[in-house]
């Protein structure tokens, strides 16, 4: 009685959950749903936006540097002592002072400094680029991980609620049977026990729906109690497979983190020139015009407005630049070396990375071909000795041990398909394609 208490409870906590509002997506929508509100894109968007700038601002080093001013105020009395302080006098001064100027300085060279700052402005925004679409690339990765998890689960909830039904008929079939004296209460017992745990292992299941619902739903924005329903077609979606050396060239022409290391690379050189140019002049063009009262050069001071003008072609050198930058340059080849090793090391970790993918996703091929027999296998055995055991020629155990392998192999064969999907992901992720 209180296992089908219990049964009862289960079945009512699936209605429940079935009730629950449900949101069909498919891969394309998964995708672009996720990109458009995880938080991480956004973060990795606003990064770019900012180096944009930076990019906006380093351009403008170009340009002439161009200042204002204008002064008004008031002049003090001033007053004029002899060499001994005995006498003095107040000359004329106008109370008023007034200056109004206008300044440009264009630099004409600087030793390639503000060219290659320039450029490392613009890689900075390329590396900006290339980290959001690798976090574009990595939140797909993990939501087909999710979504093909959800495919899995609901899955083995079909297995079980078949299973279930399978059970109950037993039982009912077995139930008969002790009525008609053939078998003993151990085998009801051992039948009810199966259709309970069945409840509970299709609960679990419905409560891990739930969850990775939510995961999902928390990434594309939706309400956190919708639960998911993955497209059943996907699975069955054909997928063409490249040689593994093809992955790999593509990887070391697309792979975001191998670009990003040549970018690197680049800096390192540009920053190396730009320590150079601290070793050059730097050449540069002024022009100024002012306007300015009173005129104080003359004597007396006349109360006038004076327009002065100049364009002067200037070159500054520092000649301690041969003492402090020694080390800099040194440090700039350094920085050199260690761009292009983590380069190499990169280009390592991918071939590594596609290799393993590789492999997995043809041992996942391989389990599908495999377990495809196996379970028509699984299922020919199971109804064999399901009626073995009615025919009196098997134990119940014998029954329960068959459909416990016929349960594993449908579940084993559908993480294959799940895993064969995600290794395909896996691969494009590695060779820069998702």
């Not at 161009?66 to 008004?72: E, F, Q």
């Not at 996942?364 to 009196?392: P, S």
């Given at each position: 009685?209180?296992s089908?208490?219990?049964i009862?409870?289960?079945?009512?906590?699936?209605?429940?959950?079935?009730?629950?509002?449900?949101?069909?997506?498919?891969v394309d929508?998964?995708?672009?749903?996720?990109?458009?509100?995880?938080?991480?894109?956004?973060?990795?968007?606003?990064?770019?936006?900012?180096?944009?700038?930076?990019?906006?601002?380093?351009?403008?080093?170009?340009?002439?540097?161009?200042?204002?001013?204008?002064?008004?105020?008031?002049?003090?009395?001033?007053?004029?002592?002899d060499?001994?302080?005995?006498?003095?006098?107040?000359?004329?001064?106008?109370?008023?002072?007034?200056s109004?100027?206008?300044?440009?300085?264009?630099?004409i060279?600087?030793?390639?400094?503000?060219?290659?700052?320039?450029?490392?402005?613009?890689?900075?925004?390329?590396?900006?680029?290339?980290?959001?679409?690798?976090?574009?690339?990595?939140?797909?990765?993990?939501?087909?991980?999710?979504?093909?998890?959800?495919?899995?689960?609901?899955?083995?909830?079909?297995?079980?609620?078949?299973?279930?039904?399978?059970?109950?008929?037993?039982?009912?079939?077995?139930?008969?049977?002790?009525?008609?004296?053939?078998?003993?209460?151990?085998?009801?017992?051992?039948?009810?026990?199966?259709?309970?745990?069945?409840?509970?292992?299709?609960?679990?299941t419905?409560?891990?729906?739930?969850?990775?619902?939510?995961?999902?739903?928390?990434?594309?924005?939706?309400d956190?109690?919708t639960?998911?329903?993955?497209?059943?077609?996907?699975?069955?979606?054909?997928?063409?497979?490249?040689?593994?050396?093809?992955?790999?060239?593509?990887?070391?022409?697309?792979?975001?983190?191998?670009?990003?290391?040549?970018?690197?690379?680049?800096?390192?050189?540009?920053?190396?020139?730009?320590t150079?140019?601290?070793?050059?002049?730097?050449?540069?063009?002024?022009?100024g015009?002012t306007?300015?009262?009173p005129?104080?050069?003359?004597?007396p001071?006349?109360?006038?407005?004076?327009?002065?003008?100049?364009?002067?072609l200037?070159?500054?050198?520092?000649?301690?630049?041969?003492?402090?930058?020694?080390?800099?340059m040194?440090?700039?080849?350094?920085?050199?070396?260690?761009?292009?090793?983590?380069?190499?090391?990169?280009?390592?970790?991918?071939?590594?990375?596609?290799?393993?993918?590789?492999?997995?996703?043809?041992?996942?091929?391989?389990?599908?071909?495999?377990?495809?027999?196996?379970?028509?296998?699984?299922?020919?055995?199971?109804?064999?000795?399901?009626?073995?055991?009615?025919?009196?020629?098997?134990?119940?155990?014998?029954?329960?041990?068959?459909?416990?392998?016929?349960?594993?192999t449908?579940?084993?064969?559908?993480?294959?398909?799940?895993?064969?999907?995600?290794?395909?992901?896996?691969?494009?992720?590695?060779?820069?394609?998702?």
């Amino acid at each position: 009685m209180k296992s089908k208490f219990l049964i009862f409870l289960l079945s009512i906590n699936c209605i429940l959950l079935h009730a629950q509002n449900t949101y069909n997506l498919s891969v394309d929508e998964l995708f672009g749903k996720g990109i458009e509100n995880s938080t991480k894109i956004k973060a990795s968007q606003l990064k770019y936006n900012i180096l944009e700038d930076k990019e906006a601002l380093a351009k403008n080093l170009q340009l002439p540097e161009i200042n204002a001013s204008a002064m008004d105020g008031f002049v003090g009395q001033p007053t004029i002592f002899d060499k001994n302080f005995t006498l003095f006098a107040h000359p004329y001064m106008p109370d008023l002072t007034q200056s109004y100027a206008i300044e440009a300085t264009q630099p004409i060279y600087a030793g390639g400094k503000i060219k290659y700052t320039v450029k490392n402005a613009s890689i900075a925004k390329e590396i900006a680029g290339l980290n959001l679409e690798k976090d574009k690339a990595d939140i797909k990765l993990v939501l087909i991980k999710n979504y093909l998890t959800l495919y899995s689960l609901y899955k083995q909830k079909e297995i079980f609620n078949q299973n279930i039904e399978v059970a109950k008929k037993r039982l009912h079939d077995i139930e008969q049977l002790k009525k008609e004296g053939i078998i003993t209460n151990n085998d009801v017992l051992r039948s009810q026990i199966v259709v309970t745990q069945y409840h509970l292992s299709l609960q679990e299941t419905n409560n891990d729906i739930a969850i990775i619902s939510q995961q999902i739903d928390i990434v594309l924005g939706l309400d956190e109690n919708t639960i998911i329903v993955p497209d059943t077609e996907f699975l069955d979606k054909v997928f063409l497979l490249k040689s593994e050396n093809e992955y790999i060239t593509e990887a070391f022409e697309n792979f975001p983190e191998i670009k990003i290391a040549q970018y690197n690379i680049e800096t390192a050189k540009n920053n190396e020139k730009i320590t150079k140019a601290k070793y050059l002049p730097n050449v540069f063009l002024h022009a100024g015009n002012t306007l300015s009262r009173p005129i104080t050069v003359s004597s007396p001071v006349l109360d006038m407005y004076m327009n002065s003008w100049s364009i002067v072609l200037g070159i500054k050198y520092n000649i301690s630049s041969w003492f402090d930058h020694k080390h800099e340059m040194s440090e700039d080849k350094y920085n050199i070396d260690l761009q292009e090793n983590i380069k190499t090391q990169n280009k390592e970790n991918v071939r590594t990375s596609i290799k393993s993918a590789y492999i997995k996703h043809q041992e996942a091929l391989d389990r599908i071909n495999a377990l495809g027999q196996t379970v028509v296998q699984a299922k020919d055995n199971y109804r064999i000795t399901n009626n073995k055991y009615f025919n009196q020629m098997a134990i119940l155990t014998d029954v329960l041990d068959a459909e416990n392998v016929q349960l594993n192999t449908e579940l084993q064969l559908t993480n294959a398909k799940t895993q064969m999907i995600y290794t395909y992901y896996v691969l494009l992720n590695a060779s820069g394609n998702l």
